[in-house]
Structure formats: structure tokens, C-alpha cells
């Protein structure tokens, strides 16, 4: 196979080029590197295994993801997450939720990933209630809560994610001033947007280009 020298592989080599293989949504080549990886016994690495339910799942093969994930004897963090994913891409949102309410653990990015699932998949109550549970929000669970919310027009609950933000001394990062700033702007709420534009001046937001064309 040309894709790999006369050298033996490592995985690392593997898995840059089953994410090559991923972005290009070369299928084909995605499976000639896992023949390769079986035949020279790295198809048990955790760190390879991962990368193909990764890259089965950009090239639109949810079932193959999920039959690299079931066959993972001790599947970490990167590899729950990357199930979930590919079960989402692949529109198979019951499966991103039954992943994610059967990983024995879940880091932030778990969170904020499922989270996300739900706020593009419209399903804003599930969305809520992910974040609710979060025991952990960090600036990535902040911003995506308040751009699910702004995009799906929920401007009131926006606002309120904002002053809570606000009240527990966390500092809001330019995704958030940008969805606050829409949805002032879209709602028609010039006061609250007066207060809004005021904290963007002083905290130093008012060079940011994404935030000032949420004006």
C-alpha cells in the first residue's frame, strides 16, 4: 500500500492518516488503513481504535464506528466522546443519548459535547437540562448554552444565562458577548443592550470584529 513506507508503522502514523483519510471523507482508504493496522497488530491500540471511530464516523459510517466502539475493552474519555460524535454526524441522535447516559464517567468535554448535540439537533428542553447537571460549567459550557438559546430565539433565557454568568464573577468570553449581543439586538431589548454594550467597553470586548457585528 503506498499510503504507508517500507518502515514499520506506529500509530501515530496511523493516525494521522486515518484523520487525512477522515477530512478528505475517503472512505475507501479510511478501510485499506485498518486492514493495515490489523495486519500489523495495532488495531487493539487505543489511540488508533478512537481514531477510526472518528474517521468511520466523518465518512458517514455509524455502523462501522460503532463496531470499533463495542469492540473496545476499556474505551477512555477521547473515545466515549468520539462515539457520541459519530452518532450525531451520522443524524443518529437516540444513539449519541444512549452513549452518553451509559459512559461510566464524563469529563467537561462530554458535557459541553452532548450539550452541543442537542442545541443543533433543536431540542432545546434536553439542551436545558444537560446543562442544569453540569456540576462543572466552564467558558465553552457558558457559550454554547447562550448561542442554543440565542439561535433558537429563546432571547429572555439568554439574558438570564448572562446575569448569572455575570453574578458568579465569571468573566464571559467573546462567543457569549456576541449570542447576548444578537439576541438584544433581535428581541429589540435596548435597554438590556445599552448595559451589555457598557460591560463589552469596559471589560476591552470592543475590538473583537465578531463581537462588534453582533451590534
Not at 499510503?3 to 496511523?14: C, I, M, Q, R, Y
Not at 453540569?134 to 430565539?153: F, H, I, P, R, Y
Request: overall charge negative.
Amino acid at each position: 500500500m503506498g499510503l504507508l513506507s517500507a518502515a514499520a508503522p506506529d500509530s501515530f502514523t496511523f493516525a494521522f492518516l486515518l484523520k487525512a483519510a477522515a477530512n478528505y471523507g475517503s472512505l475507501m482508504t479510511g478501510m485499506q488503513l485498518h486492514c493495515q493496522a490489523l495486519l500489523h497488530g495495532l488495531d487493539g491500540h487505543l489511540f488508533v481504535r478512537t481514531t477510526f471511530i472518528s474517521m468511520y464516523g466523518e465518512c458517514g459510517r455509524v455502523e462501522f464506528s460503532m463496531k470499533v466502539s463495542d469492540e473496545m475493552l476499556e474505551p477512555n474519555f477521547v473515545a466515549w466522546n468520539a462515539a457520541v460524535t459519530a452518532c450525531f454526524r451520522g443524524g443518529d441522535l437516540e444513539s449519541s443519548q444512549r452513549l452518553f447516559e451509559s459512559m461510566p464517567f464524563k469529563d467537561s468535554t462530554s458535557w459541553n459535547l452532548m450539550l452541543a448535540v442537542y442545541a443543533k439537533a433543536g431540542e432545546m428542553e434536553m439542551a436545558r437540562k444537560v446543562f442544569s447537571e453540569m456540576e462543572v460549567k466552564d467558558d465553552v459550557s457558558w457559550s454554547s448554552m447562550t448561542t442554543a438559546l440565542t439561535q433558537n430565539g429563546c432571547f429572555d433565557e439568554v439574558f438570564g444565562v448572562f446575569m448569572d454568568l455575570r453574578q458568579l464573577g465569571m468573566r464571559p468570553n467573546e462567543v457569549s458577548m456576541t449570542g447576548v449581543l444578537s439576541a438584544s439586538a433581535q428581541a429589540g431589548a435596548f435597554k438590556f443592550g445599552r448595559i451589555v454594550h457598557g460591560f463589552v467597553e469596559k471589560s476591552g470586548f470592543s475590538w473583537i470584529i465578531s463581537v462588534k457585528s453582533g451590534n
